[in-house]
């Protein structure tokens, strides 16, 4: 095996071609010819031109992009801030309202306070004034009683002690009174 590597190593350092050339110009030259050439013709047909204008256009359509995106930014600030104080005043008011709301639950409740007070005022004087005059009727209706229990018992007892001489005499000392 060693024999063969020898063998083409020798045969590749023994083998030397030739370059082709025409009109006494290597490859390399036509090749670096024909790249001068195609260079030229770029120049000539204004292509950087092109590529540039196309880069132009590119980076003014870029440009107006950053200059919407920087406005439209811009109004998104402006609505936030417009929201903001939106909500600002919202609270605000709902706190007026809440604190509007609890100045009228107390006016309300101190008013009902005070004509429960004076609710229970008035009733309690017409209590008294029905148990006052239950107690005049009670008492007026005990009177009567008494009154008619002691007319009916005087005049049993005068039944009883007064006869036909004693009613005689009595008359006679009240016409002798007089």
Do not use: C, N
Request: proline share 1%; hydrophobic share 55%.
């Amino acid at each position: 095996m060693a024999d063969i590597l020898t063998l083409l190593a020798a045969g590749a350092e023994a083998a030397h071609h030739a370059e082709p050339s025409v009109l006494g110009v290597d490859s390399y030259q036509w090749v670096a010819l024909a790249m001068t050439v195609l260079l030229g013709v770029f120049v000539w047909k204004k292509v950087p031109g092109v590529l540039t204008g196309g880069l132009d256009a590119k980076i003014a359509a870029i440009r107006a992009a950053l200059d919407e995106a920087k406005t439209l930014r811009a109004e998104a600030e402006a609505l936030r801030s417009e929201y903001a104080a939106k909500i600002a005043s919202a609270e605000k008011d709902a706190e007026a309202m809440l604190a509007s709301a609890r100045e009228e639950a107390d006016a309300i409740r101190a008013k009902a306070e005070a004509d429960s007070e004076v609710m229970i005022a008035r009733r309690s004087a017409m209590a008294e004034d029905k148990i006052a005059a239950a107690e005049r009727s009670a008492i007026a209706e005990v009177k009567a009683k008494a009154v008619t229990a002691a007319a009916a018992a005087s005049k049993l007892l005068i039944a009883k002690a007064h006869d036909g001489k004693a009613d005689k005499k009595l008359a006679d000392e009240v016409i002798a009174s007089l």
